[in-house]
């Protein structure tokens, strides 16, 4: 009789200790480690923007969806990020809308200048919970590459710098030689504003501003304080002419694979960090005017004169010029609400 009592609690033993690991098994399998790459270096805004969302999924998940971080170009360069996501070596990653425009040509439009009203627009224009126009790219994006665009990250807006001469309207920088990005969009636009684009490379720049190469640029304030443009321009005009705006996209078979609970989530969270990054970005600019206002540097806004429905006429009509194909697009974001 003991010899059997004691055969049944081994048995019991030998079985609970199965289902224990079974069931360990199982809760492991549930838990998602996802590789999430961006070339943001220590201490931007994009690569806080990675932190802050990755603790906020896995926090909201219980654990269930956990990010492990590459930034700064650790899993390779942007084009090579693009196709670790669409090849499913990288889960997820983050980088202008215009990097995915050899999937889906028309996403460059997220990245065309006065294509959003202001920065809260550039938000819910880029976000597929709230902008129609995007959720059908992205259905385009899916079915060519495999990758969806899951939330956007707003990094700040581009604005006018000038020597010797203030600009209030697009005829006071007209056959003024100003510098441009060299790429076509910037070319673009700065003749829409009635300007000579002249390309130079960013690290040419504050040499081709000082010897006259160029009298004026444009560029996001912090890049104007961080390369101290401020020492050779005497003027920033706000003109917000470009917002830039970065995309969060994901391998298309990873995102089938999280429950529609979780995706819920991450979606939710992504937008509450765009909404987080448009704060970042306006604290960032209002601390910048006021250092560079004490500086002595000229700042001309809309409330000092500054047109900026002119330039966005001129600069628009250049644009729908020059890429006829955003047109219906560009009319389609601006109905956004």
Avoid at 183 to 211: D, Q, R
Wanted: glycine letters at 8%.
């Amino acid at each position: 009789m003991k010899l059997l009592r004691l055969c049944f609690f081994i048995v019991i033993g030998i079985a609970l200790t199965f289902t224990l690991a079974a069931n360990g098994q199982q809760e492991s399998e549930s838990e998602k480690n996802m590789r999430y790459a961006h070339v943001g270096v220590e201490g931007a805004p994009q690569t806080r923007f990675a932190v802050e969302f990755a603790q906020l999924v896995e926090e909201r998940t219980d654990g269930r969806i956990k990010f492990t971080l590459f930034p700064n170009s650790q899993l390779g360069n942007v084009s090579e990020m693009i196709e670790g996501v669409r090849g499913g070596s990288i889960a997820i990653a983050h980088h202008d809308f215009a990097s995915l425009s050899g999937i889906v040509p028309k996403l460059s439009v997220f990245s065309a200048p006065y294509v959003f009203r202001d920065p809260e627009h550039a938000v819910r224009a880029s976000n597929p919970s709230t902008s129609p126009v995007l959720r059908e790219l992205n259905e385009e994006l899916i079915e060519k590459g495999g990758v969806r665009i899951i939330g956007s990250f707003y990094r700040g807006a581009r604005q006018l710098t000038t020597t010797d001469f203030p600009v209030y309207t697009p005829s006071d920088v007209k056959g003024k030689k100003i510098r441009g990005v060299p790429n076509k969009i910037w070319m673009t636009m700065l003749e829409g504003m009635g300007a000579i684009p002249t390309p130079v490379e960013f690290p040419e720049l504050a040499t081709a501003l000082m010897t006259g190469l160029v009298v004026g640029q444009e560029n996001p304030l912090t890049n104007i304080k961080a390369a101290k443009l401020y020492e050779v321009q005497d003027y920033i005009m706000l003109t917000g002419h470009m917002q830039s705006v970065l995309c969060a996209f994901v391998n298309e078979e990873e995102w089938q694979s999280i429950s529609e609970e979780d995706q819920k989530i991450i979606e939710e969270t992504a937008y509450e960090m765009s909404e987080r990054s448009l704060g970042w970005a306006k604290e960032a600019d209002k601390t910048i005017i006021k250092e560079l206002k004490d500086k002595g540097i000229t700042i001309i806004g809309p409330e000092d004169g500054l047109d900026k429905k002119a330039f966005r006429r001129a600069v628009l009509k250049n644009v729908n010029n020059e890429f006829p194909e955003w047109t219906s697009l560009i009319e389609d974001i601006a109905k956004i609400k």
